[in-house]
């Protein structure tokens, strides 16, 4: 297993305790895991986005901390990935939010494979890649909007 996927399945932990947030001192958790800090903040920052559902807050200094708040409902935090969205993506942006989705247990794996299935760049042969990523934000918001009702 990953080093960053040992670091996110520990934080994750942290929410199963049933806490809606979580807070992190970097370094504390970098020594208990045998990494650097730097690590600790690329996966907060690539796994816990606010497209995720997450909101992250810190404060720097001798006794800082990282606070990570888990939005509310599963909804909640799949209308926020609808709204930052916008009107393009590409295929590598809309399978990560997807994963991310899949991961944080907001889309249930055969809907997450079916979605990153329609994202493929495969699907989009024969269009310049700015029409590609139009269509494909498209799609994915209606697929979102779908799974949500």
Known sequence: MKMSDLI???IMDMFDEGESSVQIQRND???RLGCVPSQINYVITSR???EAG???ESRRGGGG???ITRAESKDSALFTMLKSIGTSIDERTA???LYNLNYQKLIDDKSARLMMSV???SN???LESETADVIRASLLKQMLLAYID
Do not use: E
Request: proline share 4%; hydrophobic share 50%.
């Open 119 to 121: 994202m493929s760049a």
């Open 8 to 10: 996110a399945d520990m």
């Open 95 to 97: 399978k990560a939010q």
């Open 54 to 56: 997450y909101r992250i």
């Open 65 to 67: 901390y990282i606070l």
């Open 48 to 50: 816990f986005t606010p």
């Open 124 to 126: 989009f042969k024969g």
């Open 29 to 31: 958790l970098a020594n």
